[in-house]
């Protein structure tokens, strides 16, 4: 069943703690976008601490979008502590398919911690696949495949959640897989919403535990966001900009017109 | 005696040169406020350099908000040239309280260096001051306590300024102490302003040997400017760009209409 | 011969990826402006990836802003691969005159790779070129020297091409100079255009291999941008918010009726 709204609702009352080990580029567009939707976002890297970071969190959000070594350290640490205490964690796989660094501490990270969410762009998640794809640097290169069923596939045989976003997103759980069809073309034009979209798929993690249903959930308010963003945007800053302002305008109402996914 | 369009103007003619050592997530608010008011930040933290970088500085802004090992070894470093030119050094203990690496690592910077101005939320200043608090990532927890008697009995403990900042903040040096009303609700769903405001703190320091007078100036002069850009915010993310704007609307008639602030 | 918009449209077509190595203050303002004019942004100083990032890269944007000894070792890597594949490599040698680690390592960085634009503001080139200087953390000092003759000694000393900013720009590879006039007051007011022109360089450079004539292209874009976001800009703010929307203002016309630059 889906419940958008009282899904929003409830991140708001309980202004989830969302933990993210992320990259210096998009980090305050992160905590930013968190913080809009009602949760709390800290941003904590240092080995020596992440560990009670996170046993003090509601869902550990990790993105290796400028990784080094010791970032992937402190991600571990901080994911065995997330599964302990049994919180979701969130991987986005950002620039997965650009270097062989990269995809080796992907799957790094798949292999030593129990992801919740594996979220990436086509060619992200491709790549870690075992796809032969091209990622061009952290934007989407082309790949030729059939992106249900990589979904699919991947969430069955890696047992989590897959989200593949682009014009249509695609969350699959290996079960039901949901095609989300909101959003704009203007996401594409300005940096950090796949990352942003990371950071609220955690905290709608905090506090659904379904978490195909949390994740679709997630990415309808987001892009709806985007959506009544791009419709005053003049150009990509006021876009940017207006994707903060418009969290507010997220109501029961609005929610239910603007809608846009199905299950498949 | 307060003068603080004075200070303000002080600030403009002198372009005091604010170097910062803070956390990845809001050292470009940090920055960008910095020079709105005409101060000049630069962010530098490479333990090789932060010694001659301190010492052509006029203040030195110390911020954990994403602490490691190395950083706090260069804050150390910087710290003691700043010490040694006697400029001032304010320390905002984002995010202590929330583990006991914060914790430590706050404790050490308090012993290694002669802090002007020791500046947090309540829960991180009263776990400074060793009380039982549970700070939620960088966001303030609940204390219970009398916070002008935490401050005072803190400031003059350790022989610091006191800053705790709130709906009101808190301002002492063990004897005077200030309460500063300005400020507006916006402030606390948006990520930045606590460390923002610290920026201010050292700017004002830079110009100013009353220190706690400072901290009063700046944050007046901050909160002014808040309560300016939520008149004309429609959401958060205009509202945090109306904090840059609105700062060249800080003029005589405005600041004595608009302070407002209490010699307790 | 000049032709401003067809290198503009070259850059849309292309959308070259652009490989920075940069500070963690203006980072994502780099990658915002760069993805407004049409191109790709990656953001990566993992010494176990720059090599790979490099190399599928079409130019590569040095900026020591924030630098420490990993990053400068991660920059020769890089370097060394953009020489390799014989794409630009760009150098702002952010906040060198203020520290003798960043004058060392401005010019390990010259010494160890073929640098193909070497940009900064004047107080940071004279102090590349060994004039007694002292540049104000990252804020231009006062220097007394004819910066036109200074763009060509070192133009033609080092091989490169020199890109001096200021209310007027100078840009020389030796034999051809150019002063470019377009910009305003308000660049100077902000933190981040100096690092946000080197990602327009860079990215011009990427589709125009006179790379003095892209490095011009590349600032009469960026400067007409900002002539017209402060025509409309009401703060700081707001005038930041607007080089972001104004790119998409660039057009034929634009850009021929205020162009404004000589060949000296």
Redesign the interface.
Same mark, same amino acid.
């Given at each position: 069943m889906e419940k958008i709204f009282e899904r929003l609702q409830k991140v708001k009352s309980i202004a989830p703690?969302i933990?993210h080990i992320t $990259?210096? !580029?998009?980090?305050?567009?992160c =905590? %930013?976008i968190t913080?809009?939707f009602g949760a709390?976002?800290?941003?904590? %890297? =240092?080995i020596?601490?992440v560990q009670?970071?996170a046993n003090? =969190?509601n869902a550990l959000v990790l993105n290796i979008?400028?990784? $080094?070594?010791n970032i992937i350290e402190s991600m571990k640490v901080a994911g065995k502590q997330a599964n302990k205490k049994q919180i979701p964690v969130v991987l986005d796989i950002c620039?997965v398919g =650009?270097?062989?660094?990269?995809n080796n501490k992907a799957k790094e990270l798949l292999s030593s911690i129990k992801i919740t969410v594996l979220k990436g762009n086509v060619s992200e998640i491709a790549a870690i696949a075992g796809f032969e794809t091209?990622t061009?640097?952290?934007?989407a290169g082309s790949v030729e495949t059939n992106i249900i069923e990589l979904a699919k596939g991947l969430a069955t045989k890696l047992n989590v959640v897959v989200v593949i976003t682009g014009a249509e997103d695609i969350v699959s759980n290996g079960k039901d897989t949901y095609i989300v069809k909101n959003g704009c073309a203007k996401m594409g034009?300005? !940096?950090?919403t796949g990352c942003m979209s990371s950071s609220i798929v955690g905290t709608f993690c905090a506090i659904e535990k379904d978490y195909a249903l949390a994740c679709v959930s997630a990415l309808v308010c987001f892009e709806i966001v985007a959506e009544l963003a791009q419709k005053e945007a003049?150009?990509?800053?006021?876009f940017?900009?207006?994707?903060? %302002?418009? !969290?507010?305008s997220l109501n029961e109402s609005v929610i239910n017109e603007m809608k846009n996914f199905t299950l498949i």
């Amino acid at each position: 069943m889906e419940k958008i709204f009282e899904r929003l609702q409830k991140v708001k009352s309980i202004a989830p703690l969302i933990h993210h080990i992320t $990259n210096y !580029v998009t980090v305050r567009d992160c =905590a %930013d976008i968190t913080k809009c939707f009602g949760a709390s976002p800290v941003m904590a %890297d =240092a080995i020596e601490e992440v560990q009670e970071m996170a046993n003090i =969190a509601n869902a550990l959000v990790l993105n290796i979008g400028t990784l $080094n070594s010791n970032i992937i350290e402190s991600m571990k640490v901080a994911g065995k502590q997330a599964n302990k205490k049994q919180i979701p964690v969130v991987l986005d796989i950002c620039g997965v398919g =650009a270097t062989s660094f990269r995809n080796n501490k992907a799957k790094e990270l798949l292999s030593s911690i129990k992801i919740t969410v594996l979220k990436g762009n086509v060619s992200e998640i491709a790549a870690i696949a075992g796809f032969e794809t091209q990622t061009k640097g952290v934007d989407a290169g082309s790949v030729e495949t059939n992106i249900i069923e990589l979904a699919k596939g991947l969430a069955t045989k890696l047992n989590v959640v897959v989200v593949i976003t682009g014009a249509e997103d695609i969350v699959s759980n290996g079960k039901d897989t949901y095609i989300v069809k909101n959003g704009c073309a203007k996401m594409g034009n300005i !940096v950090g919403t796949g990352c942003m979209s990371s950071s609220i798929v955690g905290t709608f993690c905090a506090i659904e535990k379904d978490y195909a249903l949390a994740c679709v959930s997630a990415l309808v308010c987001f892009e709806i966001v985007a959506e009544l963003a791009q419709k005053e945007a003049i150009g990509l800053g006021t876009f940017k900009l207006k994707l903060f %302002d418009k !969290v507010s305008s997220l109501n029961e109402s609005v929610i239910n017109e603007m809608k846009n996914f199905t299950l498949i």
